[in-house]
């Protein structure tokens, strides 16, 4: 079983990367994605977007953080590739599903499940800039408004040399409502032979079996869930207890205060309440806080209130 960690852009920075994967549980991270257009990008946006790339492409706790593109024009996708593994990425993701309507527009993302011809021809020219031993994997929804071309597009992201396609059972219209389409993968899995992961709606590890078994592999993305409940890689490998929610808060703590510290302060507030959204799915403790800390607009004043609750539990 192989267990990713989701890319989510503006919630899985690096330093939750190294929270989660020294929780463990985890084999590789997706980077958040690196927005291609038509040009080479300066070495800076991988660096700031993935610094692990300074430290082998690996988090602290040795865990492959594998860069993430998003585009639409093959040639530029291409010649990012190749500089993002000459920069240290252990491989290629490709971002096939995003339904952001401003990338949409340009082309990028989801809407390219329209044009399976374009899927096959950007992961093409991708694979072929990278060197062999890097693996390059695409991301997928199940399409863009409706089914009609998920099997076409699996089949030739597979022809176009992927090493392994991630699918996340959904269509873009569907956005983020539940249920996730588990048994589409399973079908997709029939379809294609290279390696499937598994991903949306997994929660829970009795979800995360039913999801195996249903989309007919054991590899599986965690993304919302990872945040709702941070050891859930661990509780689904090894059948960990939810982690108690002191330890939550410490986790809190360690966050905020790299963030406020360090150069993203103008993101912490936003960051931080946008991944209470997540952990008040699983914590009542989270819940109640929230209704507090929603309310806070400096950085320091949502610093001062969870020390004080991390306070009452020493
Ligand atoms: C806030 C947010 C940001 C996301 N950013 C990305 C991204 O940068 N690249 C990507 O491929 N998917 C992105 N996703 C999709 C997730 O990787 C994942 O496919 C989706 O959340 C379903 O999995 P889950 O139910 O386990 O959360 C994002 C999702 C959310 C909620």
Partial sequence: MQIVLAPMEGVVDHLMRDMLTQIGGFDLCINEFV???DQRLPARVFHRLCPELAQGGKTPAGVPVRVQLLGQEPHWLAENAARAVQLGSPGIDLN??????????SRGGA?????????YQIVKAVRQAVPAEYPVSAKIRLGYDDTALTLDNASAIEAAGASVLTVHARTKSDGYKPPAYWP??????QRIAIPVIANGEIWTPDQARQCQQEAATQDIMLGRGALALPNLAQCIRSG???MPWPEVLQL??????????GDKGKYY???IKQWFSYLKLQYPEAAELFSQL????????ILRLLQHQLSLYR
């Fill in 35 to 37: 927005r291609v257009v």
């Fill in 96 to 105: 096939f599903g995003c339904p952001a309507k401003a990338v949409n527009k």
């Fill in 111 to 119: 809407v390219l499940l329209k044009e399976t011809e374009q899927l």
């Fill in 184 to 189: 589409w993968i399973g079908r997709i899995r």
């Fill in 240 to 242: 960990q207890a939810a």
């Fill in 252 to 261: 809190l703590m360690r966050y905020s205060e790299f963030e406020v510290i």
């Fill in 269 to 271: 507030s936003n960051r």
């Fill in 294 to 301: 929603r309310l806070l607009k400096r950085n320091e004043e």
